[in-house]
């Protein structure tokens, strides 16, 4: 995996890009994110983002990418609008395993202050 992969993954998030998507991600993928059941399969993943994301517009800005053979991770930011209209300004990190060059596990994590 290359740095630009991941690049390649928020750029085809942040622009409604479905059909590069679809080209990240294995046919198997199972996506796991806070208050959601595993979206379990390609077709599962790509129903989340086109019809059930709450997220109307936005950029991720990533402050760091970490890859190690087919492991990788990123940080980052997420600033943008909700589908409501409410603003978003929302850190998260990623971590991926890779199979056959496309992701086949993704889990998300958001941060938000203990107290």
């Known amino acids: ?8 993954l928020f750029q085809a998030i942040d622009s ?4 590069t998507l679809r080209t990240l991600f294995h046919a198997d993928m199972v996506y796991e994110r806070p208050g959601y059941e595993p979206f379990d399969g390609l077709d599962r993943v790509m129903q989340f ?3 059930e994301r709450v997220l109307a517009s936005g950029k991720h800005h990533l402050e760091d990418i ?3 053979g087919d492991y990788g ?3 980052g930011r997420f600033i943008g609008l909700k589908k409501d209209g409410s603003e978003v300004d929302e850190r ?6 890779l199979a056959d060059g496309k992701i086949r596990t993704r889990k998300s994590y958001f941060f ?3 107290v």
């Not at 995996?1 to 390649?8: A, D, R, S, V």
């Not at 998260?92 to 395993?97: E, G, K, L, R, T």
């Open 16 to 19: 409604s890009d479905w059909e």
């Open 1 to 8: 995996m290359q740095k630009q992969f991941i690049l390649n």
């Open 66 to 68: 970490i890859l190690e």
């Open 49 to 51: 983002y086109q019809k």
């Open 92 to 97: 998260f990190a990623d971590v991926y395993f």
């Open 73 to 75: 991770a990123c940080c």
């Open 112 to 114: 938000r202050p203990a």
